[in-house]
């Protein structure tokens, strides 16, 4: 979803990961900030912020991730293993105030629901710090552009490495990769998890109804994403040119 040449499945390489880190940082308010990173993995990104000082917590539905991050960020801050994507994860979020609320690495996709999508905004409108700022990937630009290219049709890749199905009606589909490749099989499986492509009008309608303001394309990061604020600091956000 990166352009990886070697279609890997993690979510950003290195250098990527570096320039989201560098956007974050540079979004901060001045000191040490509070980062509630939503989706946060092993660490990917949560590391390298408390490395530079911030306190990072991290929330995941999966919790053989804990270790692993709990390694990466070295005592700064803490683990919290729930569904952030379902009504009760979310009541479960921490309260905060957090001065950046992180949806990285594409995690934006793992979100199905208009209405949890909305909830889930306005969950961290309300957890926000009243100059804080939200932050998450360019995905909706990058997604819908890959899409109409015809990148990303039905079908399996030219070495069969991989197999995308898009689900009927919806804007949802499901990857497949090596051995899960099957061209005789082209409807979900239960146990495949379905991602959903969001367009930058339903993202920004949740977030005016969040109380938050309309997102711009942070120049603050080579690779681009999306920061809000809440609209009561009378902070705006200049829209920066993308890659």
């Given amino acids: 979803m990166s352009g990886h040449a070697d279609h890997d499945q993690r979510p950003h390489d290195d250098d990527e990961t570096l320039s989201q880190v560098e956007g974050v940082v540079a979004r901060l308010i001045a000191g040490p900030g509070r980062v509630l990173d939503l989706g946060c993995g092993a660490g990917r990104v949560g590391g390298m912020l408390a490395a530079a000082g911030h306190d990072v917590t991290g929330v995941d539905r999966e919790a053989d991730h804990r270790d692993e991050f709990l390694e990466s960020i070295q005592g700064r801050g803490r683990f919290e293993h729930l569904d952030f994507t379902e009504a009760a994860g979310l009541r479960e979020l921490p309260t905060g105030p957090f001065d950046a609320i992180l949806l990285l690495g594409n995690t934006l996709t793992t979100v199905r629901s208009p209405v949890v999508l909305r909830d889930l905004v306005r969950a961290v409108a309300t957890r926000l710090d009243s100059e804080g700022v939200f932050a998450y990937d360019d995905f909706p630009f990058t997604g819908w552009s890959e899409l109409t290219a015809g990148n990303w049709a039905d079908g399996i890749s030219e070495d069969g490495s991989m197999q995308m199905i898009w689900v009927p009606g919806e804007p949802e589909f499901v990857m497949r990769a090596g051995s899960e490749v099957d061209d005789r099989d082209l409807e979900p499986r239960p146990e495949e998890r379905v991602l959903r492509l969001w367009s930058m009008s339903e993202l920004n309608d949740a977030a005016h ?7 711009g394309r942070d120049s603050a990061a080579s690779l681009v994403f999306h920061v809000h ?11 920066g040119s993308g890659p």
Avoid: F, P, S, V
Wanted: no cysteine.
């Fill in 209 to 215: 109804r969040a109380g938050l303001t309309a997102g």
């Fill in 229 to 239: 604020r809440n609209e009561n600091t009378g902070i705006g956000l200049e829209a």
